[in-house]
Nanobody, 119 residues
Framework: QVQLVESGGGLVQPGGSLRLSCAAS????????MGWYRQTLGKQRELVAT???????NYADSVKGRFTISRDNAKNTVYLQMNSLKPEDTAVYYC?????????????WGQGTQVTVSS
């Protein structure tokens, strides 16, 4: 079993910044893709950003230019730097770890961390 632990969420004012962290219990960077998703009460979970071991990234249109996904291979950790936060960014953010070849080989989720953007 693989465990993912998110941290870094909290309350921030509009225009502020937060950095989320996702620590994996095992090495991932060469065989797994990492991503961040978010979910608001009453809505389905949606992709925010993904990062592959090959270096490619993908962002939702709503966060392009504001959010950046990065990694620290030595720590088996993925980060999500969130700048210029908006109230609409308020959600529970989840870290995902998925095998590059197929989700059948591994598809794991963290417990989520709350991000609230409000004055």
């Amino acid at each position: 079993q693989v465990q993912l632990v998110e941290s870094g969420g909290g309350l921030v004012q509009p225009g502020g910044s937060l950095r989320l962290s996702c620590a994996a219990s095992r090495s991932w960077f060469k065989i797994y893709a990492m991503g961040w998703y978010r979910q608001t009460l009453g809505k389905q979970r949606e992709l925010v950003a993904t990062f592959t071991s090959g270096g490619s990234t993908n962002y939702a249109d709503s966060v392009k230019g504001r959010f950046t996904i990065s990694r620290d291979n030595a720590k088996n950790t993925v980060y999500l730097q969130m700048n210029s936060l908006k109230p609409e960014d308020t959600a529970v953010y989840y870290c995902n770890m998925r095998h590059l070849l197929s989700s059948n080989y591994g598809d794991y989720w963290g417990q989520g961390t709350q991000v609230t953007v409000s004055s």
